[in-house]
């Protein structure tokens, strides 16, 4: 869903400082960005880019969530990735002639900011120091899915699943007198495809979890993290040992 708001009139918001890739921008190169975004609004399953599309520029989610997903030629879904405030996407078609290899499905509400790829090309060459952080953010992102694969291959369930429950209290996380309350984005059937592992394994796995003291289920979209040392250890590939 378009809108004409300007991201320079958003709120009189700049969410683009809050962004890692644009950490060295100055205050003015700022607004110069703000007032090129266009802002957008999704409602829940709309997608926000299309595979086989040709992307446009760098859009940033403002506010929700997203996953970005690849579906084979079955149909199978696979989800890569979760967006959340502040990520970003399509950093890696600013280049070339590519085809976006993934949609991205807004998950709730969102509002993104996006702006073109001819204007970030012109911001590039004039800005040096904006290329190396370009550069270097790439960098981590293919670190990260290398990891993410190797992960899938070698980090046993347990490890991967306290994982990502810590990687969605970093998120979307609040803390409560009974430690983190984590709203999850997915379904648990989300959940286990994007982990690769089978719905039931999950399932099971979140009971023992619940069973050893280490969570607390609080209906089908969040979980309270009563242990979330023990999880992070866990997430380390240390042995958990349930509280007394």
Do not use: W
Not at 115 to 135: D, G, N, T, V, W
Not at 187 to 206: P, V
Request: glycine share 6%; hydrophobic share 40%; with cysteine.
């Amino acid at each position: 869903m378009d809108c004409n708001l300007k991201c320079i009139n958003c709120l009189k918001e700049l969410c683009v400082h809050k962004v890692p890739l644009f950490s060295a921008l100055q205050h003015e190169d700022f607004e110069e960005i703000a007032g090129r975004m266009i802002y957008r609004k999704y409602e829940k399953g709309e997608i926000i880019l299309a595979q086989d599309s040709k992307p446009h520029g760098i859009t940033i989610i403002r506010k929700g969530s997203a996953k970005a997903c690849r579906i084979a030629p079955d149909g199978q879904e696979k989800i890569l990735y979760l967006f959340s405030k502040n990520d970003f996407f399509g950093e890696q078609y600013l280049f070339g002639d590519e085809r976006a290899s993934y949609h991205v499905v807004a998950l709730q509400k969102v509002e993104t900011c996006s702006f073109s790829r001819e204007h970030f090309q012109h911001m590039i060459l004039s800005r040096p120091l904006l290329a190396q952080q370009c550069i270097e953010e790439l960098g981590r992102r293919v670190i990260a899915l290398e990891q993410v694969v190797q992960n899938a291959g070698t980090q046993k369930i347990d490890s991967r699943i306290a994982l990502l429950l810590l990687e969605f209290d970093r998120k979307y996380g609040v803390m409560t007198e009974q430690g983190p309350s984590v709203f999850l984005p997915l379904s648990r059937e989300g959940i286990a495809n994007y982990l690769g592992i089978a719905r039931e394994t999950l399932s099971r796995k979140l009971n023992q979890f619940e069973e050893d003291g280490m969570i607390r289920s609080v209906g089908n979209k969040r979980i309270t993290l009563l242990q979330p040392q023990i999880l992070a250890a866990m997430a380390n590939g240390e042995t958990a040992v349930s509280p007394a």
